[in-house]
């Protein structure tokens, strides 16, 4: 029996999934799994070079023709999956020491628990933002307005606890301390197989971005809990299969049909109101800090939203 299948979902990233499949094979022991790449129409070589990697065991590969995205690619992993759990991994990551392996070991003790993920770091050791809580219209208005004053995610729960831009500090020690969240990253999301099953897989209307909170969302509605788990790390690049605009926009997008999906309709609107009064402000002010290719992206967002 496998007891993990590691669903890689590509775009374009060739050299960074490559490493990525080699730092699994090196690092992970004591457990049966296989990798299941679905490759979404890259033009960079990166399925003959998945092919050219033989000595890899349990090595399986998708290809589609077309970018048919991050959700409908985990679910055609999840359909052909063996394993007890699954894990959503993107391609632009590293695994270190013998962290899946460990990680399930957790979660065959934790029995309530549905999905987890571990503290993900950039190239240089950096903390990154790993999951949160669910965006309500009260930490939405603190995304977009008031967030970074300092004490105000003590107060309201942050749907993003990361502050990158913040002149206040990041918020890395949210991070530091192993706890239940709303929602963890798409891009290290470990989950069992049955709860995946249950809930119905990923939502294939989100094409990239907020697709993992809204997975998160049905996890817990279906009393399944969900933890971010610190003792455990990964290396991730991050940003390899996109623009700087797309996330941007995804994200917005996103939310907009979380809320549709799953708040009621008389939120919406304010909801709207809420990501317009965001992006207005940003115009302003990363148009002051970082000049008027920053601006025009928030232009572009104030515009869609």
């Avoid at 052909?80 to 391609?91: E, M, Q, R, T």
């Avoid at 970082?290 to 025009?296: F, P, Q």
């Amino acid at each position: 029996m496998v007891n993990l299948s590691i669903i890689i979902v590509s775009f374009n990233t060739k050299d960074f999934l490559e490493k990525c499949i080699k730092s699994v094979e090196k690092n992970t022991k004591g457990i049966k799994y296989e990798i299941i790449v679905v490759d979404n129409g890259s033009k960079d070589g990166s399925q003959e070079a998945i092919k050219k990697l033989p000595t890899i065991p349990n090595l399986r590969l998708i290809e589609n023709r077309t970018n048919l995205g991050f959700a409908n690619g985990n679910n055609q992993g999840t359909k052909v999956a063996g394993g007890k759990y699954v894990l959503y991994l993107n391609s632009d990551t590293l695994i270190l020491d013998n962290t899946l392996s460990e990680m399930v070991n957790w979660m065959d003790k934790n029995q309530k628990v549905g999905a987890a993920s571990c503290m993900l770091k950039g190239k240089d050791g950096s903390l990154q933002g790993t999951g949160g809580y669910f965006p309500t219209l009260i930490r939405v208005f603190s995304w977009m307005t008031i967030q970074d004053i300092p004490g105000v995610d003590f107060l309201i729960k942050p749907f993003h606890p990361f502050h990158g831009k913040s002149f206040f500090g990041k918020g890395e020690s949210f991070y530091l301390r192993e706890k239940e969240l709303d929602w963890v990253t798409g891009a290290f999301l470990l989950a069992r197989k049955e709860v995946i099953d249950e809930v119905g897989g990923w939502d294939e209307e989100y094409f990239m971005y907020m697709e993992e909170v809204d997975l998160c969302y049905r996890i817990k509605k279906a009393g399944w809990e969900v933890w971010y788990l610190p003792g455990w790390s990964i290396i991730h690049y991050g940003g390899k299969s996109s623009t700087s605009e797309f996330p941007l926009l995804a994200e917005y997008n996103g939310v907009k049909l979380f809320y549709k999906k799953h708040f009621p309709s008389w939120q919406y609107p304010i909801l709207r109101f809420l990501l317009k009064l965001g992006a207005l402000g940003r115009i302003v002010l990363f148009g002051i800090l970082e000049g008027k290719d920053t601006a025009s992206i928030y232009a572009k967002a104030y515009r869609e939203v």
